[in-house]
């Protein structure tokens, strides 16, 4: 079992940057690969970004790939995700997960969530 805390949210400008964490707690939690899924209101949650257990291997939706950055540090359990240069159409709930298995930006093969944290971006 593990449990998945988002931090880091917040309003901000277009333009301006934001920091996500997620604090992960239980068993082996660094045996995880992670990703970051975002939804917005009236669509379907999407991939974002995903890291690989050791953090070698990282992978980013074609939408933010060059303005975020994924990354871990398994030492404190902890994800990020580095948001820079956002958009309006940024806003949404996001939310990680972790999956036991390979590198995925399907929402089914991911076990755990977190409860989500609101990032809005004001034009």
């Known amino acids: 079992q593990v449990q998945l805390v988002e931090s880091g949210g917040g309003l901000v400008q277009a333009g301006g940057s934001l920091r996500l964490s997620c604090a992960a707690s239980?068993?082996?939690?660094?045996?995880?690969?992670m990703g970051w899924f975002r939804q917005a209101p009236g669509k379907e949650r999407e991939f974002v970004a995903h890291?690989?257990?050791?953090?070698?291997?990282?992978g980013y939706a074609d939408s933010v790939k060059g303005r975020f950055t994924i990354s871990r540090d398994n030492a404190k359990n902890t994800v990020y995700l580095q948001m820079n240069s956002l958009k309006p159409e940024d806003t949404a709930v996001y939310s990680c997960?972790?999956?036991?298995?390979?590198?995925?930006?399907?929402?089914?093969?991911?076990?755990?969530w977190g409860q989500g944290t609101q990032v809005t971006v004001s034009s």
């Open positions: 997960a972790a999956s036991r298995g390979p590198l995925s930006t399907t929402r089914g093969d991911y076990a755990y």
């Open positions: 239980g068993r082996n939690t660094s045996r995880y690969a």
């Open positions: 890291i690989s257990s050791d953090g070698g291997s990282t």
